[in-house]
């Protein structure tokens, strides 16, 4: 099963500002996910990214604002764009990998935590 | 688009008791997966159990089960013999096929109390 880290694991931001969220994979995998929890809520998918190829964005969230990339097979990275308090959430990297039983299953890093001043 | 309803925000259970968890889902899919995910204070999304829709047999991992009623799309979990290291938020969680996103449910906070 994959190891998911997330670098930083959480940062106290100003407004107007932009941070850049990475994601490191222990294996090669093509499916890698990133979702925003705002607090108290859900996970809500942001945008799926493939290696190679442009990210596909969820209704509600755009490449200007939430750009990403995704150089290789084990690493991805998330930007939040021009921030207001409004981004303060958690954002967590999701990848498909194999897990017990030889099961696909979607295996999270520890997530970021995001406070936006 | 699928859609996933936890009707109980919050949930408590005495140490060593059993508590089920609600979740039902929407779909116009028949073949799909469904998930429990575990997160305690720590933020780290646990996987808990999960079920194929063409499976009728209900999943087991320990002390975790699920009734899974694929008419009524109803997917509950519940814990048997509850321990003070269950306390967490439970989501429910709907995908397709590998390779898509996961739909959550909004969440169950669920304290066990000695």
């Known amino acids: 099963s994959a190891v998911i880290s997330q670098k930083p694991s959480r940062d106290i931001c100003q407004r107007g500002t932009s941070l850049t969220i990475q994601c490191q994979v222990d294996?090669?995998?093509?499916?890698m996910f990133w979702y925003r929890q705002q607090p108290g809520q859900s996970l809500t998918l942001i945008a799926t990214?493939?290696?190679?190829?442009?990210?596909?964005?969820e209704s509600g969230f755009v490449i200007d604002k939430f750009p990403i990339s995704r150089p290789n097979l084990t690493f991805s990275t998330l930007t939040v764009s021009n921030m207001s308090p409004e981004d303060s959430s958690i954002y967590l990297c999701?990848?498909?990998?194999?897990?017990?039983?030889?099961?696909?299953?979607?295996?999270f890093g520890p997530g970021t935590r995001l406070t936006v001043l | 688009a699928q859609t996933v309803t936890q009707s109980q925000p919050e949930m408590s259970v005495q140490e060593a008791e059993t508590v089920t968890l609600s979740c039902t889902y929407d779909?116009?899919?028949?073949?799909?997966?469904l998930f429990w995910y575990k997160q305690p204070p720590s933020r780290q999304m646990i996987l808990v159990i999960r079920?194929?829709?063409?499976?009728?047999q209900n999943a087991t991992e320990n002390r975790f089960s699920v009734n899974f009623q694929k008419a009524a799309k109803s997917f509950s979990l519940k814990i048997s013999d509850s321990q003070l290291g269950d306390t967490a938020m439970y989501f429910c969680a709907f995908r397709l096929n590998a390779g898509n996103m996961l739909t959550f449910g909004g969440g169950t906070r669920l304290m066990v109390k000695p």
């Open positions: 079920q194929e829709a063409y499976k009728q």
């Open positions: 999701s990848v498909e990998d194999w897990g017990a039983q030889d099961l696909n299953e979607q295996f």
């Open positions: 779909t116009s899919e028949n073949n799909y997966y």
């Open positions: 294996s090669q995998v093509t499916m």
């Open positions: 990214a493939n290696q190679g190829s442009e990210a596909t964005y």
